[in-house]
Nanobody, 117 residues
Framework: QVQLVESGGGLVQPGGSLRLSCAAS????????MGWYRQAPGKQRELVAA???????NYADSVKGRFTISRDNAKKTVYLQMNSLKPEDTAVYYC???????????WGQGTLVTVSS
């Protein structure tokens, strides 16, 4: 079983930046799709960004140009750099590992990001 541990959340003012990290255990990180999702109060969980094993990425329209997802396979860690943060980015952010080959879909415990003045 893969364990995912997120860090880096917190309180930031509008226009500020944060970098989230997600460290994975196990041996399948490098061949898995890694994603960041978020869930705001009263809303459904939504995909923010994802990165494939080969490095290709996709983003939600609401974060394009502001957020950047990256991965370090040697450290088994995925990052989400968030710039120009807006109050509507406030949510719990979750890390996800998905491997079709190993039929695995794992979630972290979530980290809270609050954007407020």
């Amino acid at each position: 079983q893969v364990q995912l541990v997120e860090s880096g959340g917190g309180l930031v003012q509008p226009g500020g930046s944060l970098r989230l990290s997600c460290a994975a255990s196990g041996s399948i990180f490098s061949i898995s799709v890694m994603g960041w999702y978020r869930q705001a109060p009263g809303k459904q969980r939504e995909l923010v960004a994802a990165i494939a094993s080969g490095g290709s990425t996709n983003y939600a329209d609401s974060v394009k140009g502001r957020f950047t997802i990256s991965r370090d396979n040697a450290k088994k860690t995925v990052y989400l750099q968030m710039n120009s943060l807006k109050p509507e980015d406030t949510a719990v952010y979750y890390c996800n590992l998905n491997s079709v080959t190993y039929r695995m879909d794992s979630w972290g415990q979530g980290t809270l990001v609050t954007v407020s003045s």
